[in-house]
Nanobody, 123 residues
Framework: QVQLVESGGGLVQAGGSLRLSCAAS????????MGWFRQAPGKEREFIAV???????????DYADSMKGRFTISRDNAKSAVYLQMNSLKPDDTAVYYC?????????????WGQGTQVTVSS
């Protein structure tokens, strides 16, 4: 069982930045694929970014095309944590942000989800 707890959400003005954190339990966190998603009111949940283990100490990051350039995913395996740095925020970024874990490492079977953290961007 993997537990995920997000934090760092809040209210920010357009153009501002936020850094979301996700603390994970799990004995083999370093091998998990970890992802960030978001869901805005009335919309489906959408993929933001994923970090996957490529072997050794190398991790691969990938992003939804619309998120490239403003959002950065990172992880700290020593802390079993994954982060999402969000810059140049826009009102359209307002959503509940979730982290997710895939123990297979593939980043395609998201078994575990956090409870979400609200991000509100004011204009």
């Amino acid at each position: 069982q993997v537990q995920l707890v997000e934090s760092g959400g809040g209210l920010v003005q357009a153009g501002g930045s936020l850094r979301l954190s996700c603390a994970a339990s799990g004995r083999t966190f370093r091998s998990y694929a970890m992802g960030w998603f978001r869901q805005a009111p009335g919309k489906e949940r959408e993929f933001i970014a994923v970090t996957k283990w490529s072997g050794g100490n190398v991790y691969y990051a990938d992003y939804a095309d619309s998120m490239k350039g403003r959002f950065t995913i990172s992880r700290d395996n020593a802390k079993s944590a994954v982060y999402l740095q969000m810059n140049s925020l826009k009102p359209d970024d307002t959503a509940v942000y979730y982290c997710a874990a895939d123990r297979s490492g593939l980043g395609s079977v998201w078994e575990y989800w956090g409870q979400g953290t609200q991000v509100t961007v004011s204009s």
